[in-house]
T-cell receptor
Framework: NAGVTQTPKFQVLKTGQSMTLQCAQD?????MYWYRQDPGMGLRLIYY???????DKGEVPNGYNVSRLNKREFSLRLESAAPSQTSVYFC?????????????FGEGSWLTVV | SQQGEEDPQALSIQEGENATMNCSYK?????LQWYRQNSGRGLVHLIL?????REKHSGRLRVTLDTSKKSSSLLITASRAADTASYFC???????????FGTGTRLLVSP
């Protein structure tokens, strides 16, 4: 049981380049999330998808776009990467979008923008 | 701004000692969760405590919740070197769809 799988694990981008982080879950969860983690800042929610067909902004959505491709997959796109987007990105999922549900995280994607 | 703030930011103890970390939050909640993150890995759920609960146990973990003070504590008893990790509290102000994590406590347990 793979849980939440995200790719790539590591990526170096030049300023202005674009890229997509891919995420898939095999737990039949309805809700999926993208977080970024920066030193001293904890995890901050970028976008989430409460259910297939819906997406909503989180705390720090600027510079990102998302696509809930189907129930399993939720991608995060950087259209024009900036050094401020250097971070560790985590995809996550939960059965439902309510506070009583456990969130399951992927292993993270390390992104460096130079 | 962060909903949850953990204290202390870092904690260093010896194996066998107890480790206590605290979380304060700003708005009313239905539940509070604690997560653990090993270095270079994703977060893993430890325990959830509901707003109508004051204390909850899971193995060597003990979590308390004081809604009047808007605070929670996580106690790890008889710590082991394998407990070395960062610990985060998470709450959902205004509903779960925006689950917010604190900045975490880095715990180092030395053999």
């Amino acid at each position: 049981n793979a849980g939440v799988t995200q790719t790539p694990k590591f990526q170096v981008l030049k300023t202005g380049q674009s890229m997509t982080l891919q995420c898939a879950q095999d737990m039949n969860h309805n809700s999926m999330y993208w977080y970024r983690q920066d030193p001293g800042m904890g995890l901050r929610l970028i976008y989430y998808s409460a259910s297939e067909g819906t997406t909503d902004k989180g705390e720090v959505p600027n510079g990102y776009n998302v696509s809930r491709l189907n129930k399993r997959e939720f991608s995060l796109r950087l259209e024009s990467a900036a050094p401020s987007q250097t971070s560790v990105y985590f995809c996550a999922s939960s059965e439902q979008a309510n506070s009583g549900n456990t969130i399951y995280f992927g292993e993270g994607s390390w992104l460096t923008v130079v | 701004s962060q909903q949850g703030e953990e204290d202390p930011q870092a904690l260093s103890i010896q194996e066998g000692e107890n480790a206590t970390m605290n979380c304060s939050y700003k708005t009313s909640i239905n539940n509070l969760q604690w997560y653990r993150q090993n270095s270079g890995r994703g977060l893993v759920h430890l325990i959830l405590i509901r707003s109508n609960e004051r204390e909850k146990h899971s193995g060597r973990l003990r979590v308390t919740l004081d809604t009047s003070k808007k605070s929670s504590s996580l106690l790890i008893t008889a710590s082991r070197a394998a407990d070395t990790a960062s610990y985060f509290c998470a709450t959902a102000p205004g509903g779960f769809q925006k689950l917010v994590f604190g900045t975490g406590t880095r715990l180092l347990v030395s053999p």
